[in-house]
């Protein structure tokens, strides 16, 4: 999670909490993320609220403050707290219509959040009414050789927004705004790691359902075909032609799913990310960023006229306070 906030020394307004779609692990600058959170409980989001306003309020912030959190089996992991504005404020401003930044060097400069008619940061980014996700932009494509899997060093070089009013079309809308594509129809490869065999199975069947074929290495594939899910198997490229990067070459693989682990597994499917990459494939190397996908693809097929356009302004009715903030 990263949490963006203003204090005045002694109050605290809590701007924004944003739910990466990656785990932890993974740059935040790489990591997607949608503000407000989309898979979190709401006790979660509470508890989180408050421990920033506590260390906010012991730090005597004066202006912007931006705290990293982890959460694993509902237990709230502190990362890193930073008193000073973050790359996600940009962000934050426009999801929530609060330019946090001028407020920011306001009370930098000696004013109090009091004087700002703000709403209640309890509930302020639930009565939005809509999602905001931050999609990270790569230049792999200008960097021959280099690897797209994402780690702990940063690696984006830029960042787009998506917003609409559910999590998919968000992410969905974020995910083309960064440059890629979301097919509508064709194959789709899926090859896990074993611990993200269970989530690869949902993903196979979100895909099955809006009319997919699913073809898979043979690790996943035999689990996937163990719980009745119908899936080809096909080879590896050690394993003999014809294998996966001949169908990703010819044409016959629109998406591509890929997570692993383990340094001769890493070297082994680095001909696949290399390929879906030069070829333009859509892809996604985390389990969490492949249910994104699978979501956001599911809804552009299921929606009339696929994803909606329409003006950042429009999504934010005119509230008191906000021109009093302005």
Do not use: W
């Given at each position: 999670l990263d949490v963006d906030c203003l204090c005045d020394g002694e109050d605290t307004f809590v701007a924004g909490i944003m739910e990466h779609i990656e785990e932890a692990g993974i740059h935040s600058g790489d990591s997607a993320c949608s503000l407000p959170p989309y898979s979190l409980p709401d006790s979660i989001v509470d508890e989180v609220r408050k421990q920033t306003i506590a260390m906010?309020?012991?730090?005597?912030?004066?202006?912007?403050?931006?705290?990293?959190?982890?959460?694993?089996?509902?237990?709230?992991?502190?990362?890193?707290?930073?008193?000073?504005?973050?790359?996600?404020?940009?962000?934050?401003?426009?999801?929530?219509?609060?330019?946090?930044?001028?407020?920011?060097?306001r009370l930098m400069a000696g004013a109090k959040l009091s004087e700002f008619n703000l709403p209640d940061d309890k509930t302020h980014m639930k009565a939005l009414g809509h999602i905001a996700v931050k999609e990270a932009v790569f230049p792999f494509a200008r960097f021959a050789g280099v690897d797209v899997l994402l780690g702990p060093e940063m690696k984006s070089t830029g960042e787009t927004m998506g917003i609409d009013t559910s999590f998919a079309a968000a992410f969905g809308k974020g995910f083309i705004g960064s440059g890629s594509t979301l097919p509508k129809k064709g194959t789709a490869f899926v090859s896990v790691r074993d611990r993200d065999k269970a989530g690869a199975a949902d993903i196979a069947q979100q895909l099955l359902s809006v009319g997919f074929k699913v073809v898979c290495t043979r690790g996943t594939g035999e689990h996937l075909q163990s719980l009745g899910i119908a899936v080809e198997i096909v080879n590896k490229v050690h394993e003999g032609r014809p294998h996966i990067v001949d169908m990703m070459k010819d044409g016959n693989i629109q998406l591509v799913f890929n997570t692993t682990d383990g340094a001769q597994a890493i070297a082994d499917s680095a001909s696949i990310r290399k390929t879906a990459l030069f070829g333009k494939i859509p892809y996604a190397t985390t389990i969490a960023g492949s249910k994104a996908m699978a979501q956001a693809i599911t809804a552009r097929i299921k929606s009339p006229d696929g994803f909606g356009v329409a003006p950042l302004q429009s999504y934010f009715t005119k509230k008191a306070g906000k021109k009093d903030a302005a």
């Amino acid at each position: 999670l990263d949490v963006d906030c203003l204090c005045d020394g002694e109050d605290t307004f809590v701007a924004g909490i944003m739910e990466h779609i990656e785990e932890a692990g993974i740059h935040s600058g790489d990591s997607a993320c949608s503000l407000p959170p989309y898979s979190l409980p709401d006790s979660i989001v509470d508890e989180v609220r408050k421990q920033t306003i506590a260390m906010a309020k012991a730090l005597k912030v004066k202006g912007l403050m931006n705290v990293q959190f982890a959460v694993q089996a509902g237990v709230i992991y502190i990362i890193e707290v930073n008193p000073r504005a973050s790359r996600t404020t940009p962000f934050v401003a426009k999801a929530t219509g609060i330019p946090i930044a001028k407020i920011a060097a306001r009370l930098m400069a000696g004013a109090k959040l009091s004087e700002f008619n703000l709403p209640d940061d309890k509930t302020h980014m639930k009565a939005l009414g809509h999602i905001a996700v931050k999609e990270a932009v790569f230049p792999f494509a200008r960097f021959a050789g280099v690897d797209v899997l994402l780690g702990p060093e940063m690696k984006s070089t830029g960042e787009t927004m998506g917003i609409d009013t559910s999590f998919a079309a968000a992410f969905g809308k974020g995910f083309i705004g960064s440059g890629s594509t979301l097919p509508k129809k064709g194959t789709a490869f899926v090859s896990v790691r074993d611990r993200d065999k269970a989530g690869a199975a949902d993903i196979a069947q979100q895909l099955l359902s809006v009319g997919f074929k699913v073809v898979c290495t043979r690790g996943t594939g035999e689990h996937l075909q163990s719980l009745g899910i119908a899936v080809e198997i096909v080879n590896k490229v050690h394993e003999g032609r014809p294998h996966i990067v001949d169908m990703m070459k010819d044409g016959n693989i629109q998406l591509v799913f890929n997570t692993t682990d383990g340094a001769q597994a890493i070297a082994d499917s680095a001909s696949i990310r290399k390929t879906a990459l030069f070829g333009k494939i859509p892809y996604a190397t985390t389990i969490a960023g492949s249910k994104a996908m699978a979501q956001a693809i599911t809804a552009r097929i299921k929606s009339p006229d696929g994803f909606g356009v329409a003006p950042l302004q429009s999504y934010f009715t005119k509230k008191a306070g906000k021109k009093d903030a302005a």
